[in-house]
């Protein structure tokens, strides 16, 4: 199931950013994330004021992701295809999956819902970024139909020297 995250959800989604810094440490995985830096608790603490977090539960909490029309500064400087004004865009933000639930279809279902929430509010341009070292995200996107439209260098959310791929997807109306 997937909700909308609630004050008590941050310390499980800050936990899964901590597993996720974790992995990334011991060279499990390649993210582009920064321990202390990107994302923290504050990320999951801002997004539940917001009230944009949402959370993958089954028996606990193995997923999550921020959705809003919120686009970053670093988008400006992007070579989108489909042009949209603000209000005509969904992006999807920091979308993790405990590493202990990898390779489940989390992320497929978590993107799902983000299709279906901009389908309800009769949004059909939806954008999001992921570094361009996180093969493992590209690949998913590429995989559910995501076009990788640019690379923008960039600071990203305090973490210098990103090469932030920005993709996006047209849904039909």
């Avoid at 500064?73 to 004004?85: F, L, N, P, Q, R």
Wanted: proline share 3%; aromatic share 8%; charged share 25%.
């Amino acid at each position: 199931m997937i909700r909308k995250a609630c004050k008590q959800d941050i310390g499980a989604v800050s936990a899964i950013y901590e597993a996720i810094h974790d992995s990334e440490e011991a060279g499990d995985v390649t993210i582009g994330w920064i321990r202390g830096v990107y994302p923290t608790k504050a990320t999951a603490e801002a997004a539940v004021l917001r009230d944009d977090l949402y959370v993958l539960e089954e028996e606990d909490i193995r997923g999550a992701a921020i959705i809003n029309q919120i686009q970053p500064d670093s988008y400006k400087e992007g070579a989108w295809t489909v042009h949209a004004e603000a209000m005509e865009v969904l992006v999807l933000h920091t979308l993790v999956i405990h590493p202990a639930y990898a390779g489940r279809g989390y992320g497929r279902e978590m993107v799902a819902f983000y299709e279906e929430m901009a389908r309800e509010r009769h949004i059909t341009c939806l954008r999001m970024d992921t570094n361009s070292r996180n093969q493992r995200a590209r690949n998913l996107y590429a995989s559910l139909g995501y076009h990788e439209v640019d690379i923008v260098p960039c600071e990203f959310n305090g973490i210098p020297d990103v090469r932030l791929v920005l993709l996006e997807k047209q849904l039909d109306d």
